[in-house]
């Protein structure tokens, strides 16, 4: 359920500046860079169309997981940076609580897979018997 809304949201927010650039800067403040907006918008409906497929499926694996929770915590510290510095609207703030929330959903979809899995709280990866290669 997690991929798949998250995977709709990222759909909307970036086809939107691709259909309606005038619009967008409306609500979210005049750009420089109207082909940065495209191409960033461009990436996250990729992201959203692969979460959303994963959720579609009812089978969103830890490469899924990742993209999506990696994805949302870029794109909250990129908001809470950027609006800090004055470079972008505090519109943005909005998208970062949204962001935030994306992330707890992960990390709550995680803890309840894990336990329906073991029975007990969380497990560390190496307890499970995997390790991350580096």
Do not use: C, N
């Not at 959720?55 to 800090?84: K, N």
């Amino acid at each position: 359920m997690v991929a798949l809304g998250q995977g709709a949201f990222y759909l909307v927010m970036g086809i939107w500046p691709l259909l309606s650039i005038r619009t967008f800067m409306k609500v979210t403040g005049p750009k420089q860079d109207v082909w940065l907006v495209k191409t960033v918008g461009s990436l996250l409906a990729v992201v959203g169309a692969v979460l959303g497929l994963a959720g579609g499926r009812h089978r969103a694996d830890e490469g899924d997981a990742l993209l999506g929770a990696g994805s949302a915590a870029t794109l909250t510290a990129v908001d809470a940076i950027y609006v800090a510095k004055r470079r972008i609207s505090p519109i943005y703030l909005l998208d970062a609580v949204a962001e935030l929330g994306i992330i707890a959903a992960w990390l709550l979809a995680y803890r309840r897979r894990s336990t329906a899995r073991t029975g007990a709280a969380s497990v560390p990866w190496r307890a499970r018997g995997r390790q991350i290669s580096s």
